[in-house]
């Protein structure tokens, strides 16, 4: 894996927006984080990111309305989905989507870390 890929974070809460930096910070990669799905999506696109780590309850659009407006604008970067609000419905409809990995809040920095090493080419 690559230990200094740009991962992006899209995160509504602070603390956990700032917790998931932190885990990837410490283990090498640079993070850009965002609050909003649509903060997201008016930043300039950033070419160099490896990774895009999305919380699927976002203020306005959710996690997989972001991935699939990224995907209708041409960005393929790999997309890993973290949620509070798991189902068996939701699970299906993000592998459907594409999302690379799907983790179910709490979890541990070492599914995130594993789950970003298996999505990075």
């Not at 973290?82 to 939701?90: F, G, I, W």
Request: glycine content about 4%; proline content about 6%.
């Amino acid at each position: 894996m690559n230990a200094s890929a740009l991962v992006l974070v899209v995160e509504d809460d602070d603390s956990m927006r700032q917790a998931v930096q932190r885990l990837l910070n410490a283990a090498g990669h640079p993070t850009l984080a965002y609050a909003s799905a649509e903060a997201l999506l008016t930043a300039p696109l950033n070419a160099a990111a490896a990774c895009i780590v999305s919380d699927f309850r976002l203020p306005g659009l959710s996690g997989l309305d972001l991935l699939t407006e990224l995907r209708a604008r041409g960005q393929l970067t790999p997309f890993i989905m973290v949620t509070a609000h798991d189902s068996a419905p939701l699970r299906e409809y993000a592998k459907h989507r594409g999302v690379a990995a799907y983790l179910t809040k709490p979890f541990n920095g070492s599914d995130l870390m594993a789950a970003i090493e298996a999505a990075i080419p």
